[in-house]
């Protein structure tokens, strides 16, 4: 039977690098954040509504500037709260259909970045959180994304407190240290959702 895993992280926790090691070892990894851009994207099934509360955010051609959107929703938890509820539907679907292409007995991995704040974890039988320290973050966040310390802890508060995470989550991977560490975390994490597919069945989506 089929095991449905949520997998979520602060930003710069290390969560796609997780994502890249359950890929590795077998597992159908399924990412929120690409359905976002799909949906978003030129002649997306969401743009028109995106366009129409938000034209500030679009770009020449009709395109999304994502940077426009990006300060409009990290200053307003409203407009944030308004986007989410535009695009998570779509991206949730999407995500279920692509999950039913899996093998019955196979563990199917969703990367979500808002994972417990949208509410999909009620859905999967098994989370997993990714945490790191704030300065890690900071540092890996700064050294990718070349954000200023103002708009990493900006995009930070802007998602649940690690500490309730770790709460939520069935499993809690701790990313501190080396890129080796954080695969050998994540070996061990699947080897034990291996021995939980017999006996656990899939909530329907």
């Known amino acids: 039977m089929r095991l449905r895993v949520g997998l979520t992280g602060g930003i710069g926790a290390g ?4 994502a890249k090691t359950f890929a590795t070892l077998g597992a159908l990894v399924i990412d929120a954040d690409a359905l976002a851009r799909e949906a978003v994207a030129p002649h997306g099934p969401v743009l028109p509504q995106i366009a129409q509360w938000y034209p500030q955010a679009m770009g020449p051609g009709g395109t999304l500037d ?18 989410n509820a535009i695009v998570h539907p779509y991206v949730r679907e999407r995500a279920l259909a692509l999950e039913r292409q899996s093998a019955p007995d196979q563990i199917v991995v969703h990367e979500v970045p808002l994972l417990f704040e949208a509410g999909f974890y009620r859905f999967c039988d098994v989370n ?13 966040i700064a050294a990718r994304n070349g954000f200023t310390s103002d708009e990493i802890r900006q995009r930070m508060r802007a998602q649940i407190d690690p500490f309730r995470a770790t709460e939520l989550a069935d499993y809690t991977i701790v990313n501190d240290g080396t890129l080796a560490e954080l695969r050998d975390a994540v070996s061990d994490v699947f080897a034990d959702l291996q021995t939980r597919i017999p006996t656990v069945s899939c909530k329907p989506g």
């Open 15 to 18: 969560k796609s690098e997780a």
């Open 66 to 83: 994502r940077a426009a959107l990006a300060r409009i929703v990290f200053d307003d938890a409203g407009a944030r709260d308004a986007v």
């Open 128 to 140: 997993v959180v990714v945490i790191a320290g704030d300065e890690t973050r900071e540092a890996r």
